[in-house]
């Protein structure tokens, strides 16, 4: 038995295996989680469904639109009439445009601050009331991914840690909200993984580089670093955690420069 036998858990924001969401993914099938998996549109679908060929158990594919609120009730309506609840919702959504990764944060547009924010911090919100009524009573978990960003300047992250900060202060407000409904809301804050959507930010490999020089375990982290973490928030282990942010970056976090 897995310490998630038994347990449903939706997981949107799988794009290959670079993903943080893949790592999660691969932690919980082996933990025995029956997988829902959220995908963007018809091309993504194909890339995990490839992906997911090899699962023991074969996870359910929906197709969902984060920043469409009646797509994200058909999403759940799917769900609903596939399983008899939700007890975990991960949601490892991030986008902004490439031009504003980059230069003067000065310079950051409203049509790429607006669409960074609606994707990577408010369909948190939009996704968590979705999942609600398939949730209620089960003890359930939602996990977001943040990053150092959110709280110190990373050169050429700008637009991102901005939305990445609304992502943990929802984090926080949705802890609140939903703790009553028997909902646990946390946030993970990983250190830098290659990911495609990192690979972006300019001077990503210099971050890496720091991280594996002064962080004090001396090295990067892993997407199973994450996934294990995940793992802990989304099983019964950490059923009295709701409302924080968990750093999973080899304590580069606790450093003052």
Known sequence: MGLLSDKTVVIFGIANKRSIAWGIAQVAAREGARLVLGYQNERMGKAVEKLVEDFPQKPLLVECDVTNDELIAECFAKIKAECDGVDGLVHSIATAKREELGGHFRDTSWEGY???????????????????????????????????GAERVVEGYNVMGV????????????????????????????????????????????????????????????????????????????????????????????LGT
């Open 114 to 148: 607006a669409l960074a924010q609606q994707v990577s911090a408010y369909s948190l919100i939009s996704l968590s009331r979705g999942a609600l009524p398939l949730m209620q009573g089960r003890d359930a978990s939602v996990i977001c991914m943040s990053y150092y």
């Open 163 to 254: 939305a990445k900060a609304a992502l943990e202060a929802n984090t926080r407000y949705l802890a609140n909200d939903l703790g009553p409904e028997g909902v646990r809301v946390n946030a993970i804050s990983a250190g830098p993984i290659k990911t495609v959507s990192a690979m972006g930010v300019s001077g990503f490999k210099d971050i890496l580089d720091t991280v594996a020089e002064r962080a004090p375990l001396r090295r990067n982290i892993s997407q199973e670093d994450v996934g294990n973490t995940a793992l802990f928030l989304l099983s019964d282990l950490g059923r009295a955690i709701t409302g924080q942010t968990i750093y999973v970056d080899s304590g580069y976090s606790i």
